[in-house]
């Protein structure tokens, strides 16, 4: 078995290293939070001491970080991963980040003989603790075959989207399908309570038709039990949004369902949310129509 090595143990990364773990795979680790890698390390892990180290270490690394200027610094950056690459190694990137950077570090990679994956995820930490997860890839055919068999430890639809960075287009669309969707059945669910209708039967009833979707089931009722303890937090759904619009604008794009739900997102943030639940949304519809849902447990 290939030697791997796990940069980034945060709510996503830590699951899906012991995943590997588990799966019997030499597993060298590194997280800015000593605590994070300390556990993993006590699990069987190897630790390392930089991403340099990690790399020379392994022959393929993994990422798990949260935004493009982090992937640049551990990848691209001085000590980084390409310090310690050589000809052979594969580096998987699976953050969630600009498709430009994504092409850098892959087009980098290549130049010294290895190559590089661009994979992000969908599914959140529960699809991360429940091997579920949605892979998106970005890369050459020869690498994605290779890096399949790790994939399948940690999700079940797992797709070559195409070439480097298609991977993150792929997700960015995700990412604007789950805000523009958490918006609506916030809405719908607000419209319902303040109607003096049942928003639980609403959304029972509403599951059973066209609008039924994971999102409703969910989402709805986190919103409707007042759950909002992070599967995946606003201010990471936020960066998501900045890619899409950074990305959209580079393409000449409008859009603005996509716009819309950002600016939501800033102001869920900027009111304290930053921590919260995505789903955490509604409250800032509940603020904008003066009226809030009341909390509802999944027996009422």
């Known amino acids: 078995m290939e030697r791997i090595g796990f940069i980034g143990l945060g709510i996503m990364g830590m699951p899906m290293a012991r995943h590997l773990l588990q799966a019997g795979y030499v597993l060298t680790v590194l997280d800015r939070v000593p605590d994070a890698q300390a556990q993993i390390v006590a699990e069987g892990a190897q630790p390392g001491t930089s991403p340099k180290n990690v790399a020379e270490q392994s022959d393929i690394v993994i990422t798990m970080l949260p ?25 998987v990137d699976m953050s969630t980040i600009l498709p430009s950077v994504a092409r ?16 992000p995820v969908s599914g959140g930490q529960v699809g991360a603790i429940n091997r579920t997860l949605s892979i998106m890839v970005g890369g050459s055919v020869t690498a994605f075959e290779r890096a399949k068999p790790i994939f399948e430890k940690l999700g079940k639809n797992i797709i070559l989207v195409g070439d480097a960075g298609a991977g993150q287009v792929a997700k960015a669309a995700n990412q ?24 639980v039967k609403v959304r029972e009833a509403l599951l059973g ?18 759950n909002f303890h992070p599967g995946f937090k606003v201010r990471l759904h936020r960066k998501d949004m900045a890619i899409v619009l950074n990305t959209a604008r580079e393409l000449g794009l409008s859009l603005p369902a996509s716009a819309n739900a950002a600016e939501l997102m800033n102001a869920l943030i900027a009111n304290g949310g930053a921590e919260l639940d995505h789903s955490a949304l509604v409250t800032v519809l509940e603020k904008l129509g003066d009226y809030e849902i009341k909390p509802h447990t999944e027996n009422e």
Do not use: C, W, Y
């Open 67 to 91: 935004d493009s200027p982090d992937v640049e610094a551990v990848m691209l950056g001085k000590g980084g991963v390409l310090e310690g690459a050589r000809t052979g190694m594969l580096l």
């Open 104 to 119: 850098r570090v892959t087009t980098a990679a290549r130049s010294l003989g290895a190559d590089g994956l661009d994979a």
């Open 176 to 199: 604007i399908v789950v805000a523009v969707t958490i918006q609506a059945v916030g809405e719908a669910l607000l419209l319902a309570a303040k109607a003096g209708v049942d928003p």
């Open 209 to 226: 038709g066209f609008a039924q979707s994971r999102i409703l089931d969910l989402h709805g009722n986190r919103m409707l039990q007042r």
